[in-house]
């Protein structure tokens, strides 16, 4: 017999307190403080631009883990900002949309450069808790 799971809904205040936990995660460059809040079974999709193109990436939660261990590693002002943030809850609660814009100043040699994403969010209740099944982010190229 299961363990009695208490009826877990999503609200805009925990939503607003788990962004908060995954920019404070991402600032400090902590990737396991990241994963802690993504599923395992998680599909994740990575569109890059290019110009007119588009290049697109399915990636597994270990390639991510790997991918935000690289992009870490990229000397930044560690001022990572998510800005126009939208809420959208499942009307049962127990899902919800998250999509939002996020700036960072990378530095490379003697330069900095502000970088733009989009990212889409969506948070599912799994064993009483709210967790990331499905992740989006959208890259411009290098505009330069």
């Known amino acids: 017999m299961k363990p009695f799971q208490p009826d877990v ?3 805009r205040e925990g939503i607003d307190h788990l962004l908060d936990a995954l920019d404070e995660a991402v600032r400090r ?3 396991d403080g ?7 079974d998680v599909t994740i999709t990575i569109h890059l631009k290019q110009g007119p193109q588009q290049q697109m990436a ?3 939660r270990e390639d991510y883990r790997k991918t935000l261990a690289m992009s870490f590693a990229f000397p ?3 001022d990572f900002t998510r800005t126009n943030t939208s809420v959208s809850l499942a009307v049962d609660e127990r899902s919800a949309k998250v999509s ?3 700036t960072e100043t990378l530095r490379q040699a003697n330069r900095e450069f502000k970088t733009e994403g989009e990212e889409t969010l969506v948070f599912t209740i799994r064993d009483g808790k709210p967790m990331i099944t499905s992740l ?9």
């Open 58 to 60: 399915m990636l597994t």
């Open 29 to 31: 460059k902590d990737v």
């Open 136 to 144: 989006e982010q959208t890259f411009p190229g290098d505009s330069t």
């Open 9 to 11: 809904r999503l609200t």
């Open 76 to 78: 930044s002002a560690h």
């Open 34 to 40: 990241v994963l802690r809040h993504i599923a395992h």
């Open 100 to 102: 939002f814009k996020s």
